[in-house]
């Protein structure tokens, strides 16, 4: 039997609905601010995506897009600007940032209480305390798929497949928290497919296409598929070999359309979060 699609586009527009109600009964508009530098294809359309989900709910919408050759103190700068800007409840720089600027620096930077992407370390360490002002957009975004289809965590074995600081580590963290039993897998894992095979959730955020294979994954397996590839056509893929996958998982979310528009709602639940803090509803 094939699996059931976990549609993330189609709960991404009822979320949107919700956020827009919301934002329409506050007495001043959430503003979000994102910094671009350079010309990376893939960023400006993850830019232009998140100006339409802002425009889509009302949330006022800033774009600060500056050239490749920026330097790091005049980013810094704005960057302080912003952190001072009262229209403004949400910064989000957007990654990657060009080799001669410090993410960790620009990053640290972010007021932890704009920090709607949950990248600062003061919010990562909220997070791994289990007591997190915001969460991390991809992370949460899977969370709220799960929560959505009813799909329980606690009891169950997770597998995460990618360490990353921005979905892997997180992710492993939102799972624990929800009493499942978690093993994080990487580069260096032995024997990966044996590890997930034992996997009731497993997910995937490599971003390389095809690594999970029909034969690693459990039968019955939940499947969350995070990763965005592009295969030999140009088509957008994840990391799971989808045809062979669906006939042995339960669930399993598309790409696209899975994962990708539950992690820009969730960053529109944080700029809302966000603004909360700072007396706007």
Same mark, same amino acid.
């Given at each position: 039997?094939?699996?059931?699609?976990?549609?993330?586009?189609?709960?991404?527009?009822?979320?949107?609905? !919700?956020?827009?109600?919301? @934002?329409? =009964?506050?007495?001043?508009?959430?503003?979000?601010?994102?910094? +671009? &530098? *350079?010309?990376?294809?893939?960023?400006?359309?993850?830019?232009?995506?998140?100006?339409?989900?802002?425009?889509?709910?009302?949330?006022?919408?800033?774009?600060?897009?500056?050239?490749?050759?920026?330097?790091?103190?005049?980013?810094?700068?704005?960057?302080?600007?912003?952190?001072?800007?009262?229209?403004?409840?949400?910064?989000?720089?957007?990654?990657?940032?060009?080799?001669?600027?410090?993410?960790?620096?620009?990053?640290?930077?972010?007021?932890?209480?704009?920090?709607?992407?949950?990248?600062?370390?003061?919010?990562?360490?909220?997070?791994?305390?289990?007591?997190?002002?915001?969460?991390?957009?991809?992370?949460?975004?899977?969370?709220?798929?799960?929560? !959505?289809?009813?799909?329980? @965590?606690? =009891?169950?074995?997770?597998?995460?497949?990618?360490?990353?600081? +921005? &979905? *892997?580590?997180?992710?492993?963290?939102?799972?624990?928290?929800?009493?499942?039993?978690?093993?994080?897998?990487?580069?260096?894992?032995?024997?990966?497919?044996?590890?997930?095979?034992?996997?009731?959730?497993?997910?995937?955020?490599?971003?390389?296409?095809?690594?999970?294979?029909?034969?690693?994954?459990?039968?019955?397996?939940?499947?969350?598929?995070?990763?965005?590839?592009?295969?030999?056509?140009?088509?957008?893929?994840?990391?799971?070999?989808?045809?062979?996958?669906?006939?042995?998982?339960?669930?399993?979310?598309?790409?696209?359309?899975?994962?990708?528009?539950?992690?820009?709602?969730?960053?529109?639940?944080?700029?809302?979060?966000?603004?909360?803090?700072?007396?706007?509803?």
């Amino acid at each position: 039997m094939a699996a059931v699609i976990l549609d993330g586009k189609a709960l991404a527009k009822k979320r949107k609905t !919700e956020i827009a109600s919301r @934002v329409a =009964g506050m007495k001043q508009k959430p503003g979000l601010a994102v910094i +671009i &530098v *350079g010309n990376n294809p893939a960023s400006r359309t993850y830019v232009d995506n998140k100006k339409r989900d802002c425009a889509e709910c009302g949330i006022l919408s800033r774009e600060y897009a500056l050239p490749e050759d920026t330097g790091e103190e005049e980013l810094l700068g704005l960057i302080s600007e912003l952190n001072r800007d009262g229209d403004i409840d949400g910064i989000l720089v957007q990654l990657p940032l060009p080799e001669a600027i410090s993410e960790d620096r620009i990053l640290t930077a972010i007021d932890p209480q704009k920090d709607v992407d949950a990248f600062h370390p003061y919010n990562v360490g909220l997070i791994l305390t289990g007591k997190p002002v915001f969460l991390p957009c991809t992370p949460a975004g899977v969370m709220a798929i799960l929560d !959505e289809y009813k799909i329980p @965590v606690e =009891g169950k074995r997770c597998v995460v497949v990618g360490r990353s600081n +921005i &979905v *892997g580590k997180p992710q492993a963290l939102l799972l624990l928290q929800r009493n499942g039993t978690v093993t994080v897998c990487h580069s260096r894992t032995a024997d990966l497919p044996s590890v997930t095979r034992e996997a009731d959730i497993l997910v995937s955020a490599v971003g390389k296409r095809g690594v999970i294979t029909g034969d690693m994954v459990k039968p019955g397996a939940v499947v969350i598929d995070v990763a965005m590839n592009r295969n030999e056509a140009g088509k957008l893929c994840g990391d799971c070999a989808f045809e062979e996958v669906s006939v042995k998982a339960s669930y399993i979310t598309p790409v696209p359309g899975g994962v990708g528009p539950m992690t820009r709602v969730m960053l529109l639940e944080n700029t809302l979060k966000a603004a909360g803090l700072h007396q706007k509803l």
